[in-house]
């Protein structure tokens, strides 16, 4: 790839899964869904075949796209040819591509469809818009679902319910671009730790990081534009690459995910805008989960199903429920794992019903959870905030004209950038999302927002490791605060392992750590030695 450094590939080769042999039950469904060719393609395919290995381009941070394979229904998304061991990559860890599955990606599909072309203007996207346009999608045949009744914003208000470990966060957060806001939840306290490490590398800086139940949602009706629920499920598309999903797939669990699902989107429903869009998915095959929520949601709430332009090629199968499209990637007919997603609109009124019934109840459901449930995390790491309820003070203190002054050296567009500190900490907005996150970290329990910029001692910065990796850090060597140490892909992962580099490769003071043009963290010389900035957290250990 011409701006990544190309790892080695992993030693440990994919398993074919015919060895863990796929539950009777699961197997005996698909009767239900598919032709009984079809069903033995997809067995084969769960059974025998590897999953592909695909990765999403940021394009914030790449001159241009690398060669490869792209996923047709995402300009960013690329195919390997093998898996390389991602820890001794240094563009991974810069934040300059996320390893996702492929057809996770058709999310980015959707919402160009949505609202255009939201892309930002950046040579990567210039490269590749061309071969795109020259195949764009065919509209389905079949009775088409209701055209939208408005164009979302400028500006968009985004959620991402239930969004650890990133991917979509991240997605979301290019095609949102600068003027946007992306709010990513995460219900389960123990995970969110992996969100808010991805939506730093990613480095755009327009994401509010949330680790709460969506009924805290409540507390701002009406607010988002775009409500994204990649709801937890049963897990058969992943039967193929997790050994676990096999062993816990039951009908039982089947009914439970429904039931848990139901309840999610009750709870978010209000937090939409009417004219709003929601899109509902999941990695699982059955109805149940799929086209029964679907058809559940457009029996209780005010919603119309929107349907999305397809190329035959891709391999994505429609269906449709009560005029509403479903999509499904089945991998034995689209190069990716098992997804499956619904595209809905809200009109006005909240629900057709005064009293929704849940056949699962909310606690119960909560132990599904591979963690601790989040309903009292801490904000930024002190005070809790309470879901669902205004917060008793602001997390922000006050900010100086000096403090302001120290920080805008430091950013590239420091009259777009809006600061704030919290616990001694400071932290940089764009000017068009900062009145939201003031607005919402005052009513949900927010752990992290915009970028950080690090402590202020004197007015002189340290800076944190979530600037380094920022995209609007400003890096022209005539008004920047700092030098900037390229070094070699070895010593650059020599640095990760936080192992003791040569002091000569240093200035002395603050120095931004690079390879191949991409910032990495700070490392600081102070005479004959080193201070390495990095989080320790992120030291890799191979």
């Not at 650059?492 to 603050?510: C, H, K, N, W």
Request: hydrophobic share 40%; with cysteine.
């Amino acid at each position: 790839m011409s701006q990544f450094h190309k790892p080695p590939a992993s030693p440990l080769p994919a398993t074919p899964l015919s060895a863990r042999p796929l539950p009777a039950d699961f197997v005996a469904s698909l009767d239900a869904i598919l032709p009984l060719g079809e069903r033995k393609l997809l067995v084969e395919a769960l059974t025998m075949s590897a999953p592909p290995t695909s990765i999403r381009l940021n394009p914030y941070k790449i001159a241009s796209p690398p060669p490869g394979e792209p996923v047709p229904w995402c300009r960013y998304g690329r195919y390997l040819p093998e898996r390389p061991l991602f820890t001794l990559d240094p563009s991974f860890h810069a934040g300059a591509y996320y390893v996702q599955e492929a057809s996770s990606m058709f999310l980015e599909h959707i919402v160009r469809e949505l609202l255009g072309d939201p892309a930002p203007a950046t040579p990567a996207n210039q490269a590749s818009q061309a071969a795109q346009t020259a195949s764009r999608p065919h509209t389905n045949p079949g009775t088409p679902a209701a055209p939208l009744t408005r164009n979302l914003p400028a500006g968009l208000r985004i959620l991402d319910l239930c969004a650890s470990p990133g991917g979509k966060t991240t997605l979301l957060s290019t095609l949102a671009g600068l003027d946007g806001l992306v709010v990513a939840n995460e219900p389960v306290r123990g995970r969110v730790g992996a969100l808010i490490d991805n939506v730093r590398a990613w480095g755009l800086g327009n994401t509010l990081v949330t680790t709460t139940d969506p009924s805290a949602f409540g507390a701002v009706p009406h607010f988002f534009d775009l409500l994204v629920v990649d709801a937890p499920c049963s897990g058969e598309g992943m039967l193929r690459k997790d050994p676990e999903a096999a062993a816990q797939w039951s009908l039982a669990n089947v009914t439970l995910c429904a039931g848990r699902q139901k309840r999610i989107l009750a709870e978010a429903w209000d937090a939409l805008k009417p004219g709003g869009i929601l899109v509902y998915s999941t990695c699982t095959f059955n109805p149940a989960e799929n086209e029964e929520i679907a058809a559940w949601l457009h029996e209780n709430y005010h919603c119309q199903g929107v349907d999305i332009p397809l190329d035959p090629a891709w391999g994505v199968v429609r269906t449709e429920t009560q005029g509403i499209p479903t999509f499904h990637f089945y991998p034995h007919k689209a190069k990716g794992e098992g997804f499956t997603v619904t595209v809905l609109q809200k009109a006005e009124g909240k629900s057709k019903h005064t009293k929704i019934a849940f056949s699962t109840p909310a606690r119960s459901e909560r132990s599904m959870h591979s963690g601790k449930f989040a309903s009292d995390s801490p904000a930024y790491g002190g005070r809790p905030s309470q879901p669902g309820k205004s917060a008793s003070r602001s997390p922000f203190s006050p900010i100086s004209r000096k403090e302001v002054d120290a920080l805008r050296s430091w950013v590239d567009q420091p009259d777009e950038m809006r600061f704030e500190c919290i616990n001694r900490t400071f932290y940089g907005y764009y000017s068009r999302m900062a009145p939201d996150v003031k607005f919402l970290s005052e009513r949900l329990p927010a752990v992290y927002s915009g970028v950080a910029m690090g402590e202020l001692f004197n007015y002189k910065l340290r800076p944190d490791h979530a600037l380094a990796l920022f995209s609007g850090l400003e890096r022209d060597p005539a008004r920047s605060l700092f030098s900037v140490a390229e070094l070699t892909e070895q010593q650059v992962l020599q640095y990760l392992r936080m192992e003791t580099l040569d002091p000569a490769l240093f200035s002395e003071g603050i120095n931004l750590v690079a390879c191949n043009d991409l910032p990495l963290g700070w490392i600081k010389r102070i005479g004959h030695r080193t201070n390495t900035l990095l989080p320790q957290a992120l030291r890799i250990r191979m």
